[in-house]
């Protein structure tokens, strides 16, 4: 999107009108301006002592200024954090004295951390709605003012606000957060098609998407893929996980020495995160897999080259990290450690199978297999 013109500072938007937000909002429809925010033209022509024909030209000039002031004032109104159906005070946050300055200090910060992450202004606003109005249902149907009485319920609006900001920051890269808002169900299917050339499976991406959605967003679920706000934050979750995958991050394939029947991998995680490793075995070899420390906290995936309906997986986010049996498929399986932890923590993964063969097939199943 290229950049739009330099405008005058606008305002952060006081909470919007409780409406649940919609992949397409309706238009935007600014309040009808009095005529004492920009003039009665009535009352200024009766003071014009010219003849009837500069009366009139005077009077559409002053309703030509009329309509591009109004103009003016809806494009400011939904350019800023322009959720379309918010409700916000036109003018210049730093003039408008409808707010105390600390309350305009704290909106302009805000807008300029918008600004400095790169995050789309829209966006943060029909995200901080969304978790505004979930904490306050009672709300509903409601509009927040600029009066005295709602300073209080605007200040936990730009506080949500902050917050949000601040999980974006420390979480995403600067890629992932400039597309927040933009994001859409055709995204899923370009990154299923490039994690599927590494032969890992998109079970095993929404494994990495979802350890960390959880965390950030505890006991919400994201099946309902762009419909609110916070499922953008899965989306952007999910791509710098295909980007680290891509780039040797997050992702490790396993390979037996010549003799060797037995693999130890040690590794760390932090909050939240999750690791993917990637093993060429063959149909009727015998494998173990054992993840140590055995914890709640720590779910373990095993899965197959090519999935079926009737065997889909031989392990999902289990917390049961101990698997052995034969195998029925020849192919890239996957091992997939997720951390629910909100500490650090370090792990060991133990993987053994018999009949090692020393120079695997190199493509053993087409990629989209996966799937």
């Given amino acids: 999107r290229p950049p739009l013109p330099r405008q005058p500072t606008p305002q952060l938007p006081s909470p919007a009108y409780i409406t649940p937000p919609t992949p397409t909002p309706p238009p935007y429809t600014p309040k009808p301006v009095s005529t004492s925010s920009y003039g009665d033209p009535t009352s200024r022509a009766k003071k014009n002592t010219q003849a009837s024909g500069c009366f009139q030209a005077l009077l559409g000039l002053l309703v030509l200024l009329g309509v591009v002031s109004l103009g003016w004032w809806g494009l400011s109104a939904s350019g800023w954090f322009g959720l379309q159906d918010s409700v916000v005070t036109p003018g210049n946050v730093d003039d408008d004295n409808t707010f105390s300055p600390e309350e305009q200090a704290r909106k302009k910060s805000i807008r ?123 989306f952007a979750l999910a791509q710098d996980r295909v980007n680290a995958m891509e780039s040797g991050n997050k992702l490790t394939p396993i390979r037996f020495e010549s003799g060797a029947f037995s693999q130890q991998v040690q590794g760390s995680l932090d909050p939240g995160e999750g690791h993917v490793y990637t093993l060429n075995l063959s149909e009727g070899q015998l494998m173990r897999l054992n993840l140590q420390p055995s914890s709640p906290e720590t779910l373990l995936s095993l899965y197959l080259p090519s999935p079926t309906n009737e065997q889909p997986y031989l392990l999902s986010d289990s917390k049961d990290t101990t698997w052995s049996g034969e195998l029925t498929q020849t192919g890239y399986y996957e091992i997939v450690v997720v951390s629910t932890s909100r500490q650090p923590i370090t792990y060991q993964l133990n993987v053994a199978v018999d009949n090692v063969i020393e120079n695997p097939t190199e493509a053993p199943a087409a990629p989209e297999a996966k799937n």
């Fill in 112 to 234: 300029d951390r918008t600004s400095a992450l790169k995050v789309d202004s829209a966006y943060l606003t029909r995200l901080t709605d969304q978790i505004f109005y979930e904490k306050h249902p009672e709300l509903q149907g409601a509009q927040l003012t600029g009066k005295p009485e709602d300073a209080e319920l605007r200040g936990e609006w730009d506080a949500i606000a902050d917050a949000q900001l601040t999980l974006i920051e420390q979480n995403l890269s600067t890629d992932a957060r400039s597309r927040l808002g933009r994001y859409n169900p055709s995204d899923r299917d370009r990154w299923k098609a490039q994690v599927n050339k590494l032969y890992v499976s998109s079970r095993a991406l929404n494994d990495l998407a979802d350890a960390k959605y959880a965390l950030l967003f505890p006991g919400r679920t994201s099946d309902d893929f762009v419909e609110k706000a916070t499922d953008q934050i899965w």
